[in-house]
């Protein structure tokens, strides 16, 4: 096998249709994370982003999409963005991972949304739930599963719609608009949540709003920048930009108005954009990892990923252990105990009120 380096930018057409028809070929890589649009995007803002190309003889085989940090220490592309990562190549292929590593220059593979099936994957990785809504058969037969399994749930949103539409205003859906002034409203809430939850805002880099201004701009039918938005007597509600395949909806930003909060916004937009994602052929919104009560309510089964590196011998994978590896295995055992967990969570969102206090 042989590796070339390349940036996003200089992959060619034969090159790209290749990187799409290996995605397309394998249900585990169905994820606009995975996608070439994405990676291009990304390397257009982060001169840091790298594709290897894979060939067996004069065939590609294979693409291994990275940031190479420095001293050799290799990430995802947009790592800490991401809900899917890994190597998309021919299914079968055989890879020895550190000599993929070293063929691109790299110490360290860091991951922490490694899709299943991947060569870099081993036993002794971390496997995390990715919950699914799965639109495979409607969304009819979606909300007859949701009746079975969430039905308090989902008779409570339907009852809060009709409230909130007495109350406030009727209801109007917009799916996929391309607009940007109810994107910068949708950042605007995120920014919110973050502050008064004690996280970090990631809308404070520039780059990530950029970032997502243009896939919201990129549509094709294989990939695209999926931004819908609920509005109550055409007021902005609550809302919602991921990214889509052409069957996969990957979750990625939701937010509201905090104003309509005893309405469950969130839940009553997320059906919304269920049955409107049915409609325009998606049959499975990928929520992401991570425990969050509305996912629980609202999926219907569940992907696997998962959290580690892979490295070589030397100075630089050893220093890197010292510096992530403890850290890593801290925070997921916080996340892993619910009373640890919520302990965390209720001090995080005492700081995020502190600090909104202060700054206000």
Request: charged letters at 25%.
């Amino acid at each position: 096998m042989r590796v070339t380096l390349a940036l996003p930018h200089e992959l060619g057409h034969s090159e790209l249709s290749q990187w799409r028809d290996l995605q397309e070929a394998d249900p585990s890589l169905d994820s606009p994370f995975l996608s070439p649009e994405f990676t291009i995007t990304v390397g257009e803002l982060r001169n840091i982003v790298r594709v290897a190309v894979l060939y067996d003889g004069p065939d590609v085989v294979g693409f291994f999409p990275f940031e190479r940090h420095p001293m050799g220490i290799g990430k995802p592309v947009a790592a800490g963005l991401t809900d899917a990562q890994g190597l998309i190549r021919a299914k079968g292929l055989e890879i020895e991972p550190r000599s993929l590593l070293k063929a691109c220059g790299l110490a360290v593979y860091e991951f922490d949304h490694l899709v299943s099936g991947q060569p870099l994957l081993s036993e002794r990785h971390e496997r995390h739930p990715s919950p699914i809504i799965d639109l495979g058969g409607g969304y009819d037969r979606y909300t007859e599963e949701l009746r079975k399994h969430s039905g308090k749930t989902y008779k409570s949103t339907l009852a809060k719609s009709r409230k909130l539409e007495r109350e406030a205003g009727k209801m109007r859906h917009d799916y996929a608009t391309t607009d940007l002034a109810p994107l910068h409203t949708l950042l605007s809430w995120k920014t919110d949540q973050y502050r008064r939850t004690g996280r970090t805002d990631r809308f404070a880099h520039r780059w990530i709003v950029e970032l997502v201004e243009r896939l919201l701009a990129t549509r094709s039918e294989s990939f695209a920048g999926v931004l819908d938005m609920v509005y109550v007597d055409d007021r902005p509600m609550a809302g919602h930009f991921g990214l889509r395949t052409r069957t996969t909806l990957a979750g990625w930003f939701p937010a509201y108005d905090p104003h309509f909060a005893k309405y469950s916004p969130g839940l009553i937009h997320h059906l919304a954009m269920a049955e409107q994602a049915a409609e325009h052929g998606i049959q499975v919104i990928d929520m992401g990892r991570g425990q969050k009560e509305y996912k629980d309510k609202l999926k219907t089964g569940q992907l696997e990923v998962a959290e580690g590196r892979v490295a070589r011998i030397g100075a630089a994978a050893g220093i890197h252990w010292m510096m992530r590896v403890p850290v890593r295995k801290t925070r997921a055992t916080v996340l892993a105990n619910p009373l640890l967990h919520k302990t965390a969570d209720k001090a995080l969102k005492t700081y995020g009120r502190l600090r909104t206090v202060l700054q206000g």
